[in-house]
């Protein structure tokens, strides 16, 4: 894996082989990565690896035809043989009227953003194992917990280059680390298994093995002997681990390329509150230590932190270059991509900021409802906002957390669940998109 300096160059020199083939304009993007990861069960080691790579991808552009080719191979003689491939396949691609390079004014060409996403730390395969092992005893040692499924830990670090026929060329490290267990409780047919989980940019910061344990322990054992749940219009809570799909369905529908296709349920809506005033929904790339925390987007466009919702409206779609000149507006500095391909769009550090009531609270008025915990399947309708899923959790009874359910299906409409959201007070930053405790009125349940 090169280093950040080596990438920029290595980008840039083929960038200079492209021009010199013929293209028109051009971009290139490098990834190198490394991660060490360890798996044991059962206080026995099931497995240790360690993985590295690196990949380079060039997009090259004859006019308004463009043609992408990525390599693993960085000898000059597969690099050589990549730009020839490319010249190749873009004179005989056929012409996008959208296609380009993100306007040259936009790049990123300031000084360095600290988002601190690299420790440069790199633990022992040994020191991970302990980690692991200590986890997994965590859990294991709670009383009703009878199997265990795992626990594994990964270190890794990543290098990002891009370089465009603009002259920029810039790059970045950063690393993570992700520590998870899964245990079973109770025995036969009335098993049931639960887990936790945490991943962090810094070793420092990834939460101790023992905590760990003992909640995927107490997870588990709280869904034993569940109960049934009558059918019904009633609120249902999303805890925070579960929560945040429901902002990622927002920022599907929110992608400048379903807009442009027509296939997003937030068609028409720009003017219209889809939320309360208090609910809003927050993208920020400069968060120090952030899962998803970048300097520029992936065609080099400058990023920088913004509200997606704001008194309750959608504030702009997320935008690469191609969506934006399609829909006759800016890119918003969200363009993702992969070495293969054009970009596509994604957020970065996704939040919706906090309310003022704590949880508690914000349950205490239901005299029947649900606390839901995990979802299941994928049953969106991403073109009207239908929205049907599995469910398992807890029953609300006169404000309390009561009897365990699961095998449940709720059913309501996106545009109508937002309308009635409500936040808790208890925001966690532990995941790319992150929120507090989540009330949503009038949702049918369908029970077990």
Request: charged fraction near 25%; hydrophobic fraction near 40%.
């Given at each position: ?31 190198g990565e490394a991660s060490t990861g360890v798996q044991v069960r059962l206080g026995a080691l099931e497995d240790v690896g360690r993985s590295e790579g690196e990949e380079i991808g ?60 690299d420790d440069e730390a790199d633990p022992s395969p040994g020191e991970l194992k302990a980690r692991a092992l200590e986890m997994e005893e965590a859990a294991r040692s709670v009383p ?161 932190p913004s509200r997606l919702i704001d008194g309750g409206r959608v504030t702009g779609w997320l935008l690469n270059s191609a969506a934006a000149r399609q829909l006759g507006l800016e ?118």
């Amino acid at each position: 894996m090169l280093d950040v300096q080596e990438a920029e160059g290595r980008a840039a020199a083929l960038i200079h082989a492209a021009r010199k083939a013929g293209a028109d304009a051009a971009d290139v993007l490098y990834v190198g990565e490394a991660s060490t990861g360890v798996q044991v069960r059962l206080g026995a080691l099931e497995d240790v690896g360690r993985s590295e790579g690196e990949e380079i991808g060039l997009r090259f552009f004859v006019g308004r035809r463009s043609a992408s080719v990525s390599s693993s191979d960085l000898s000059p003689d597969a690099l050589a043989a990549l730009v020839d491939r490319a010249a190749a396949m873009a004179r005989e691609a056929p012409e996008d009227p959208y296609s380009g390079l993100a306007p040259e004014g936009r790049l990123y060409r300031g000084e360095p953003v600290d988002i601190d996403g690299d420790d440069e730390a790199d633990p022992s395969p040994g020191e991970l194992k302990a980690r692991a092992l200590e986890m997994e005893e965590a859990a294991r040692s709670v009383p009703g917990i009878t199997n265990s499924e795992g626990a594994g830990i990964s270190a890794g670090r990543s290098v990002v280059a891009l370089a465009t026929s603009h002259g920029f060329v810039r790059g970045y490290t950063s690393s993570g680390y992700s520590a998870g267990v899964s245990v079973i409780a109770g025995t036969g047919a009335g098993m049931q298994r639960d887990s936790a989980s945490h991943q962090v940019r810094h070793y420092a910061d990834l939460e101790g093995p023992a905590p760990l344990g003992s909640l995927a322990a107490t997870r588990a054992l709280g869904r034993l002997d569940p109960g049934k749940l009558p059918s019904g219009t009633m609120p249902v809570l999303f805890d925070p681990r579960v929560g945040g799909s429901l902002v990622g369905h927002l920022l599907g529908a929110m992608s400048g390329a379903a807009i442009a296709r027509k296939t997003s349920f937030l068609l028409g809506r720009e003017e219209e509150a889809i939320f309360p005033d208090a609910i809003k929904v927050v993208d920020d790339p400069h968060r120090r230590r952030g899962l998803r925390s970048k300097p520029f987007d992936g065609e080099g466009v400058a990023t920088r932190p913004s509200r997606l919702i704001d008194g309750g409206r959608v504030t702009g779609w997320l935008l690469n270059s191609a969506a934006a000149r399609q829909l006759g507006l800016e890119t918003s500095g969200h363009a993702s991509r992969g070495t293969g391909g054009a970009p596509g769009v994604g957020a970065t550090n996704v939040h919706i900021e906090p309310g003022a009531q704590s949880p508690e609270a914000l349950r205490a008025d239901i005299a029947r409802g649900l606390y839901v915990t995990e979802l299941i399947g994928q049953g969106v309708n991403t073109v009207t906002g239908d929205y049907s899923r599995g469910a398992s959790g807890f029953v609300i009874e006169n404000g309390e957390l009561t009897t365990a359910v699961a095998e449940i299906t709720i059913a309501g409409n996106l545009i109508e669940m937002f309308r009635t959201l409500s936040a808790a007070d208890d925001l966690d930053h532990r995941r790319a998109i992150n929120v507090p405790t989540l009330r949503v009125e009038g949702l049918t349940v369908a029970g077990a």
